[in-house]
């Protein structure tokens, strides 16, 4: 692997969605990457070169966009993307591009799987793509570990989007409660499709099975329709506890306003007020000089978008440059300290140990707008020997 090595600047390539129904994700995520680019600047730069950062939305070739960005940007490392089905899809050409990857916002296990005799059709490992948010395993374990704890024993149904994540997590779920010996019976499963404006069907199918429990992969704009939808029907009423995976979104909750349902527990890799630290308060304090048209916090991309620029600065200063081997050699098992606290990046699965969190819709949260936020916010960590035990037999890998 390559890396164009020196001169007076470092380029960092971001790619995310940044049009359609996840844009206000994508350029909040944008906006934690550009906040992180300053700060690092301030911070005097990569080796004393300042940094710069060129953003592209996925379009209709994600793949061409990474390859212009390599080829004729001639970017040192990458940052992204928003999609686990593009970044599987492209994962290959992403290896061959021969720069570091860094992926902030995308949840599939898979892409930092490594044992192929294992998981043979699903391992998908490349040796420059790291992640540094939690993955889809951690996410959902903490609400299967709650719903154990809380409900155990419960009538379950899922909705969820209608495509490979909504499905992916639904699995999860199950896996992990059945390792987890919950004794749930799972009684409806929907998948409304992407971007529906209608799920009212889908949302009278699930209360028609009567659950004690309902599970949602719901997020972006999907997200705000199933909660004006499900509260018209009454499905918050009659339930006794709905999980949400990636809800964890003040573009969400502030277009919701009052009509977003309290008491809702909803899983992300990181929400404003869950990390009390002085880095996480310089990091709030900055993105809003970067925001337009947005919430002045981050989404639940903020934490992990942010450290990926301050990994590289580190990585790149322990090699003594910009050449891939070199840099890829410094961010197995770099230890980073930013908004989440202090984390590892796993020499094997180069996947980041940061914490995911678990926080509970309620009006206590300071938030900058009008409508709620999270609070009751707990941390949770998995380790790969407690996955890969509770996932047994259920051929899903853990992918940390």
């Known amino acids: 692997m390559g890396g164009s ?24 995520s944008e906006a ?27 379009g209709d070739d994600p793949a061409a966009q990474l390859k212009s960005l390599v080829q004729e940007e001639r970017v040192d490392a ?28 995308i949840g599939t296990p898979y892409i930092t799987e490594y044992d192929t005799d294992t998981y043979s059709d699903k391992a998908s490992f490349k040796e420059n793509i790291f ?26 149904a899922n909705i969820g989007p209608g495509y490979a994540y909504g499905e992916q997590v639904w699995s999860y779920f199950q896996a992990y409660s059945d390792g987890l010996g919950a004794g749930h019976e799972y009684v409806a499963s929907e998948f409304p499709s992407l971007g529906a404006t209608d799920m009212t069907p889908q949302i009278n199918a699930i209360m028609d099975a009567d659950p004690d429990v309902v599970f949602s992969g719901f997020w972006a704009g999907d997200a705000v329709t199933f909660f004006k939808q499900g509260t ?34 909803i899983a992300g890799w990181y929400w404003h007020s869950a990390f009390d630290n002085e880095t996480n308060t310089d990091f709030l304090e900055k993105y809003k000089d970067h925001v337009e048209n947005l919430p002045a916090i981050p989404s639940f991309t903020g934490g992990s978008a942010y450290s990926a620029i301050w990994m590289y600065k580190k990585a790149m200063e322990a090699a003594g440059g910009t050449k891939t081997g070199d840099v890829v050699s410094e961010l197995e098992g770099i230890e980073v300290s930013g908004p989440r606290g202090t984390w590892k990046m796993d020499p094997e699965s180069h996947q980041a140990n940061a914490p995911s969190v678990l926080g509970v819709s309620s009006s206590d949260d300071d938030v900058p707008y009008d409508g709620l936020g999270l609070s009751n916010n707990k941390q949770v960590t998995l380790t790969r020997d407690e996955s890969t035990s509770l996932l047994e037999g259920s051929g899903f890998p853990p992918g940390l």
Not at 239 to 265: H, R
């Open 5 to 28: 090595g020196g001169g007076s600047t470092i380029k960092i390539g971001g790619m995310y969605l940044i049009t359609g129904v996840a844009s206000a994700l994508g350029k909040a």
């Open 32 to 58: 934690a990457a550009r906040t992180g680019v300053d700060a690092v600047n301030e911070d005097g730069g990569i080796n004393g070169n300042d940094v710069e950062i060129v953003i592209r939305g996925h």
């Open 78 to 105: 990458l940052v992204g993307l928003t999609s686990s089905g593009v970044t599987l899809k492209n994962a290959t050409a992403i290896n061959q591009l021969g720069v570091p990857m860094t992926l902030t916002d």
């Open 131 to 156: 992640r540094t948010n939690a993955n889809t395993a951690t996410n959902v374990y903490g609400i299967a570990e709650d719903a154990n704890e809380n409900h155990s024993g419960s009538r379950v």
């Open 232 to 265: 018209e029907q009454g499905l918050f009423d009659q339930v006794d506890q709905v999980y949400m995976t990636l809800a964890m979104d003040p573009t969400v909750f502030s277009a919701l306003g009052s009509k977003m349902p309290e008491d809702v527990k």
